[in-house]
């Protein structure tokens, strides 16, 4: 600013200074060149009155230092000149004054040399005889003149231009001073110029708007983050060239990154090809969609363009956690393709029997034994059914009646009932602990003990044995059998899973036993653990 004041002022002061000079020269110059003409018409006058009393004696006394004397005849030759001899002279009957002074009396011209540099004046006038009697001057023209004084207006106009350039420049320091010392924080608190008052007030009220806007964005910020960093689901703000504008906790989490991912293209965080298609498709259709495998869990990826005035400027990225689904859709297959698998095999085992009564191919002293056959394998169908409803129910949660349920007394009743099976592969059960009361349904927790000890004594050795501990809030079941191998722990206590499918054929089981124990647990709020070393043993215990 202080520069544009600077070269503005001395823009004024040069331009001044040119116009005066001009207007100057050029009113000095119109003054003495009417003085001039004045000067030439009464030498005229004199030299008429001279002439027409003594003729050419009194022309050839005229001093023609500072005029020129010419006496011309009516036919414009030339009868006397004070600076040429007039018989050299050319006729000068076309010559503007000697024509005017003819016709009118008296005559005027003004003739500039060829080079510019000087101009004469002609003065005329018509003498009683009819001859004209003319007088002129030299005069420097007005170019000449102002080339003349070039050196001076030089001069002047250096003097000029510098004075005027330090003028300008105290004048331009002064005016921006007060300008630089405005603290625009504060607009209304200057003292300054009351020109600049209305844009102080308007400056305070921008600040006012802005700082209204910048608490409304921030408070805005706030709450998108908040909302962000507390959700379940992984968020990522991309703008048109795939960079990442944002990334909340969860998704940072998901790709193992951190801030520095902010500003970097997002598929040098997420590398696969399906990712790339679906951002692809989001921003060239509206809409993507990708399913992908991180860490061990499931994901699912929406995708969706973001537009503004119906141009796409970025895309938004969703990730869901559907591990459990995708594990409950899974178990789902597997229960439907197991269910349909357990009750086809006793059902295939009893029509082939029926069949082979029926066709008469059997021995009647084989009859017993495909009739027991027929009965065992429809005992086992009802029991698998019957473990089927019971499973059914504790998935939808169906509410039962509960009660004070002592869990000492459930071990001591299951011992009981299941001596007699134990006995016969020498296993012996052993109750110990204290009593302990829980708030439940007896017939659920019992039938959950007893699942436990009979896989012990299902799974036991020749002459092994089951322990069954209750103690601070927890009931232990512990045998001394087979064990099971550390891949297979974490899924013992899913529906129709079997550690050794031949084995458990040959026991009877169903595959349903601890899937109903874990959802009776469940159903209790209770916990439910285990540990086991192959060839030692299995230790399970339910924690209330």
């Not at 020129?68 to 018989?87: A, E, N, P, S, Y």
């Not at 983050?225 to 998704?251: K, R, W, Y």
């Not at 956690?321 to 789902?332: G, N, P, S, V």
């Not at 109903?516 to 285990?530: C, D, R």
Request: glycine content about 6%; aromatic content about 8%.
């Amino acid at each position: 600013m202080t520069s544009k004041i600077f070269r503005s002022t001395v823009l004024v002061a040069v331009s001044v200074l040119f116009f005066s000079l001009s207007i100057v020269v050029g009113v000095l110059y119109n003054h003495f060149t009417q003085v001039q003409v004045e000067q030439l018409k009464n030498e005229l006058s004199l030299a008429v009155t001279g002439t027409e009393q003594y003729g050419n004696a009194f022309l050839e006394n005229v001093e023609a230092d500072r005029f020129r004397v010419t006496w011309i005849d009516v036919d414009g030759k030339v009868l006397f000149d004070t600076q040429v001899d007039q018989f050299t002279m050319e006729n000068h009957a076309d010559r503007e004054e000697i024509k005017e002074a003819i016709a009118e009396g008296t005559g005027s011209a003004v003739r500039i040399s060829t080079t510019l540099t000087e101009q004469t004046f002609y003065e005329a006038q018509k003498l009683k005889d009819g001859t004209i009697l003319r007088i002129s001057a030299n005069q420097k023209s007005a170019w000449s003149l102002m080339m003349g004084m070039m050196w001076p207006i030089v001069l002047i106009g250096i003097l000029a231009l510098g004075s005027s350039a330090f003028l300008a420049h105290q004048m331009a320091t002064k005016i921006v001073e007060p300008l630089n010392k405005l603290d625009l924080e504060y607009p209304l608190k200057n003292e300054v110029y009351e020109e600049i008052s209305p844009l102080l007030h308007r400056i305070h009220r921008q600040h006012n708007l802005i700082k209204t806007q910048m608490e409304e964005l921030q408070r805005k910020s706030d709450e998108f983050s908040q909302i962000t960093e507390s959700m379940q689901e992984g968020l990522v703000l991309l703008d048109s060239h795939c960079t990442v504008l944002s990334i909340n906790p969860f998704a940072k989490q998901l790709y193992e990154a951190n801030d520095d991912c902010i500003g970097k293209n997002f598929l040098t965080i997420d590398k696969s090809s399906i990712m790339r298609m679906a951002v692809n498709d989001a921003l060239d259709k509206g809409r993507g969609y990708a399913r992908a495998n991180y860490n061990g869990r499931e994901y699912q990826f929406d995708l969706s363009c973001i537009k503004s005035e119906g141009v796409v400027i970025g895309a938004v990225v969703l990730a869901f956690d559907i591990t459990e689904r995708f594990q409950a859709e899974q178990m789902r297959r597997e229960f439907s393709a197991n269910v349909s698998h357990e009750l086809k095999t006793p059902l295939q085992g009893i029509i082939g029997s029926v069949e082979l009564l029926e066709n008469n191919l059997v021995k009647s002293e084989d009859v017993p034994r495909f009739v027991g056959h027929i009965r065992k394998e429809a005992a086992r169908l009802v029991t698998l059914i019957d473990d089927i409803i019971h499973l059914s129910q504790l998935d939808e949660g169906v509410e039962v009646p509960t009660e004070k349920v002592d869990l000492l007394a459930i071990a001591v009743d299951v011992k009981e009932l299941l001596e007699n099976s134990a006995a016969q592969k020498g296993i012996t059960i052993d109750v110990s602990g204290k009593g302990f009361t829980v708030q439940g349904v007896q017939r659920m927790l019992q039938e959950a003990v007893y699942n436990l000890c009979d896989n012990a004594i299902k799974y036991n050795v020749q002459g092994g044995k089951v322990n069954i501990h209750v103690e601070d809030k927890c009931l232990t079941v512990e045998d001394t059998g087979i064990g099971i191998p550390m891949e297979h722990q974490s899924r013992v206590f899913e529906r129709f899973y079997r550690v050794d499918k031949s084995h458990s054929k040959e026991s009877g089981g169903t595959g349903l036993g601890l899937s109903i124990v874990k959802h009776t647990v469940a159903y209790h709020q209770a916990t439910i653990s285990m540990e086991s070393e192959l060839g030692k043993g299995t230790k399970i215990y339910i924690g209330f």
